[in-house]
């Protein structure tokens, strides 16, 4: 054999035994280096892995009872998220149905002057401008009948996750009612029996996740648009 090719097969064997030790061979327990391009699994704090719920994204989308919120609600899709991360049980479509009955309650029991079914679903700002209200009215010797016939549109407005334990979704209502305000004397001085009005309202509701407590309660209550006929007179709050 040549002098020259034997030099060079020894430098060869000294470099493959020097590369050897210098970066190592794969034996099957090294960390893999991650796929840049690889969907990346959202984690907890804990390191486990979350799966973000179907029903509040997909697409940029999130359904909404019979509706699906467009990517111009990116933002409120995105605090819907939030909430979902942080509450497994939180569906966004089932909390805009519960939303709805919530509504009624609270619109029928403010009419009625249920204070112990607004207590029960009331933050204490809105209660106490409810029972004001309530109070108020008591003392004019005014009476509210109110009918709601369908809670037409529920629609998240927004949504997220304050101080990392304050969830709130914001849902504007749009409902059809007949209401009736009568004066001390029976006399009727708003609305009308056998008239049904559209009402819209916003309404904000929160719920502590560090909580046990499941319940949702009514935070913040807006009156969204000015009705032409009319509505059940609930007061801004929160």
């Keep these: 054999m040549p002098t020259d090719i034997l030099i060079y097969m020894i430098v060869a064997g000294i470099m493959v035994f020097w590369l050897r030790n210098v970066i190592g061979t794969r034996h099957g327990d090294e ?34 009872g019979n509706q699906i919120s467009e990517d111009r609600n990116m933002n409120v899709n995105a605090g819907l998220v939030q909430i979902a991360l942080a509450d497994r049980d939180f569906d966004a479509e089932d909390f805009s149905e519960n939303a709805m009955d919530a509504f009624t309650y ?26 004001a209200a309530i109070k108020e009215r008591d003392k004019k010797g005014e ?57 819209t309202d916003k309404w904000t509701f929160s719920r ?17 648009e000015i009705e032409v006929d009319g509505k059940t007179p609930l007061p801004d709050a929160g």
């Design 143 to 199: 009476k509210v009948t109110t009918e709601i016939h369908s809670v037409r549109k529920a629609e998240i407005v927004g949504a997220g996750v304050d101080k990392k334990k304050l969830a709130h979704v914001a849902i504007k209502f749009t409902a059809d009612e007949t209401y009736v305000i009568e004066n001390k004397a029976g006399e009727i001085i708003a609305g009308h029996p056998d008239r049904v009005t559209e009402m």
């Design 106 to 131: 609270i619109v029928m029991a403010f009419a009625e002057g249920d204070i112990e079914t607004l207590k029960d679903l009331c933050g204490d700002e809105v209660y106490d401008a409810f029972a």
């Design 208 to 224: 502590n996740l560090k909580s046990s407590d499941p319940r949702w309660f009514l935070i913040k209550t807006e009156d969204d």
């Design 31 to 64: 960390k893999q280096r991650p796929n840049p391009f690889e969907e990346k699994p959202n984690k907890n704090k804990d390191g486990e892995v979350i799966e973000i719920p179907t029903k509040v994204m997909a697409d940029n989308k999130v359904k909404i």
